[in-house]
């Protein structure tokens, strides 16, 4: 069974978020919009942008970026891998265990932004 977790407005055909078996939660990848348009900066402050909406998402599910297990980071750029690890940690901070995390880089994403994050939560 699955349930969607309705969080702002896709920018596409997809739910932000899905609970699978009562406890995973799946949430799409966010990057770095607000108010529907995307805000460009830094790649330390995108990757920030986009890891707030995230934990956005999780929030409405009932998790925090604490009961994150996996994520998935595309960057548009391998280059700024260090600014946006340095952002990603910071934001994890405190969170006890780093998820397991893939990254991927030299990515075309929608809307030109530099970083787009995906995860996999699992409820407290």
Do not use: W
Request: hydrophobic residues 45%; negative net charge; aromatic residues 6%.
């Amino acid at each position: 069974m699955k349930q969607a977790v309705d969080r702002g407005s896709p920018t596409g055909a997809y739910s932000p978020a899905v609970i699978a078996e009562g406890r995973f939660v799946h949430v799409s990848g966010q990057g770095p919009l607000a108010d529907g348009a995307y805000r460009p900066g830094t790649i330390e402050q995108e990757t920030e942008l986009t890891l707030r909406n995230l934990e956005a998402i999780l929030v409405a599910a009932g998790a925090s970026l604490a009961d994150v297990v996996k994520c998935g980071v595309f960057l548009a750029s391998i280059d700024d891998f260090a600014g946006m690890d340095a952002a990603y940690r910071a934001a994890f901070e405190g969170a006890g265990v780093l998820p397991a995390r893939t990254t991927v880089g030299g990515q075309q994403l929608a809307f030109g932004i530099k970083v787009e994050i995906d995860c996999v939560a699992v409820l407290p």
